[in-house]
């Protein structure tokens, strides 16, 4: 039977500006999914998230893992896969509304 | 000739003959093969699922990760049974604590024993400042590293109940440094009860982020044993795995003693105060916990090669 975990990496956070994960070491895991469920998305319900995934060697430098901005909107849930990513995983991101601030719950499922 | 006959067993395993386990394991723990039930510890919520009503203390507790130790400087370290070790990892916040907990229920009473491989470390801080090459009482001098004075605490602890609702804790702490960053070294006990959540419900007590989840209030902790200095082993990027075996008893309702490498403490006259109020919910409850706490803005690291827990009921 494979292996999998779900880590909850942000819980009910709010965020203002930008911001990035703590590092996540799944060396473990051949595939991941980011799921990034907005609770609240600033005081017109319009402002959303835009995140990008990266990746790290040793979970303190970092790099993107591709040229992909991801952008979640509004209340809801937004996924993207990952795979070949090393050992570790975060993402970086920023409210998308300028003074915006944006409640949100980040998941990471991995799976060997 | 049965006591024998179990004890050459377990000797030939060399999966087992590195721990001392009770007549009866509950559990067995390597991380190669998941997280086998310790998760992430968190407050209570409200009926509708509002996490935003989980204690501030206790929102935050981080989920553990199966950690291969790959560090800057060489990659891949690997761990004691294979390659990966469960990792508690704090946030690079002052007071932050990361909790692994493992839920199990009682059934039996008597002698209750968690045995584990462990090591402690500090996240690698880089750059050029000259000032990372001290910190605290430590300045580096190829042999002291400024990380070891950047580790603050780890914790191992149970939450237990039963016989009609009566709660309690059993706590060991390793202070490493004290909250002023100063090598301490030492083994403490608290002497209240961790606070919970139905205490905020009513009103008796608020914490804030960061706050010591398990007894809030630094007067409350008292040394115990004679201090002991463990093996960092200079850098944070070299693990030496470490010997952990604590025994308590649940008929008695107290600890019995502790066990590092070659240091026996005990513990047996270590006050275990239980609530004064009942617990609905919680009978039989059997709970080891794990926690990690950093006294800076570096993140601190526990982890965990292995684990044994073993009854004699």
Redesign the interface.
Known sequence: MRQSMTAVLERNTTFEGEFATEPYEAAWATEARWFVQILSAGSDGEAGLRVVTQISPDGITWCDYDDIEHVATGVGVTSWPVREFGHWLRVRGEVDTAGAAVTARIYLAVKS | MKNDLREAIVAADPRLSRFRPLRRILAHDEFN???HGWC?L?GNYDGRGD??TVDDHM??F??P????C???DI??HGAMSG??AL?L?T?PITGHTAVAIRRLTMSGRGKVQIEAYFTFKT??T?GDDASLNTFGDVAWDGNLHPSEAQFGAFTVATDICGDGGLRYHTVARYQNTDLDNRLTRRWMYPTVPEPTPREHFEGKVKLQYGADFTAPNPEDWKAFGEPQELCYNEVPTKVNWHYLRWQLDTEKRRNVELQINDRIMDMSHIPVPPYEESYDSLENLLNFYFSVRTHTSVRNFLFVDSALISVDW
Do not use: C, M
Not at chain 2, 65 to 68: E, I, K, R, T, V
């Open positions: 093969t998941g997280t992430e968190i996490l935003g929102r935050d981080r989920p990760q199966l950690s291969a790959n560090f800057f990659g891949t390659t990966y990792k990892a946030r996240e690698a880089l």
